[in-house]
């Protein structure tokens, strides 16, 4: 494979797969969604069975949406699920979104894995947000 | 790399990531929600509700009120506690709608404006004909938290911990029941409201 075409393909797998969890993600997918989601996106955290309505299993139910449709939930909120626009910034919520993605193929085979997880690898180790100039100013203190 | 490296690594990160969830996850403990009966007579207030119009807490005399504390982007206790008052206000007679009114009072005023307190009510299916979602001024707020004894700390943006109270006005304005804990009983809360209803 030629170098732009790894680029390439790994811009695109990155697009359609988010990259994998960093430390900023599990602080807000702990504080914001775990009680709820469960800590591996199940739908198993510690007060899922009081709520009107159980939170789904990521696993079964992730695959099947696009980004524009996962990044409208977290933002608008469903059900007794919280709306976190504007209490999370985009970037928070685009995180939210990889994690949920990430959590979703959490059971996705080897094959998979052996075929790809270098090139996500090398992908998520650039800082894309900082790179784009996408970083968020920091929050004001009232 | 081979296949058995691969699983490694894939499953020693799995590993690593999932600990570090549960390392920062808000653990709501299972408490048996507590009820107290007490006499606080709750003064007067004025807030704005989901419609952004001026809320008198006076023209609710000779109501019986049921008021929870909640902010919406509450990660543990409120989502149980606005259910609750959902099912509150579902499990009332219609004549019942008429004297009893539900409150829900804000905890983070900064993320929690009108519009958000509306969207809010709505996902829930609170009907606002008797079910009102307040937010204010901080000020105004804190009088408000301070006379029913909510304590509010401010963690970080849209997260906040709180006392989560959930209490029971008479119609002569004083807070007769209050429960303290994540899910307060609907039927209790019924139960009560009919006691404070009786002649």
Not at chain 2, 14 to 32: D, R, W
Not at chain 2, 38 to 55: C, G, K, R
Request: charged content about 20%; hydrophobic content about 40%; some cysteine.
């Amino acid at each position: 494979m030629t170098l732009s075409g790894l680029i390439t393909t790994s811009l695109l797998l990155a697009l359609a797969a988010g990259c994998g969890r960093n430390e900023r993600m599990d602080l807000i997918y702990g504080q914001r969604c775990a009680n709820c989601h469960g800590t591996g996106g199940r739908g198993d955290g510690s007060i899922a069975a009081s709520l009107p309505t159980p939170p789904p299993d990521f696993r079964e139910t992730v695959q099947r949406k696009s980004n524009s449709q996962i990044r409208r939930v977290i933002a608008e909120g469903k059900g007794a699920m919280p709306a976190f626009d504007p209490a999370l910034r985009p970037s928070e919520i685009n995180d939210m979104l990889q994690m949920v993605r990430y959590l979703s193929r959490e059971g996705r085979d080897l094959a998979w894995w052996e075929k790809y997880d270098t090139l996500i690898a090398a992908h998520c180790s650039i800082p894309w947000e900082s790179a784009l100039g996408l970083d968020d100013a920091p929050e004001k203190k009232p | 790399m081979n296949l058995g490296l691969t699983s490694c690594l894939v499953v020693i990160a799995l590993s690593i990531n999932s600990v570090g969830v549960q390392a920062v996850a808000h653990e709501v403990q299972k408490k048996t929600v507590e009820r107290r009966a007490v006499v606080i007579p709750i003064d007067a207030f004025t807030l704005v509700d989901q419609n952004s119009s001026e809320f008198q807490f006076s023209k609710l005399a000779g109501r019986v009120v049921v008021v929870a504390f909640a902010y919406t982007t509450c990660p543990d206790v409120c989502p149980l506690i606005t259910a609750a008052l959902r099912q509150v206000q579902s499990g009332l007679t219609t004549d019942e709608h008429k004297k009893v009114f539900l409150l829900t009072i804000t905890t983070d005023p900064e993320i929690d404006l009108p519009k958000v307190l509306a969207n809010y009510g709505k996902r829930y299916g609170a009907d606002f004909a008797n079910w009102s979602f307040l937010t204010g001024d901080q000020a105004a707020l804190q009088r408000v938290w301070k006379n029913f004894g909510v304590g509010v700390k401010r963690k970080g943006r849209g997260l906040v911990d709180h006392t989560p109270l959930t209490a029971v006005i008479d119609r002569q304005g004083k807070m007769r029941v209050a429960y303290v804990g994540p899910a307060p009983d609907a039927k209790a809360i019924l139960r009560d409201v009919r006691g404070l209803l009786a002649p």
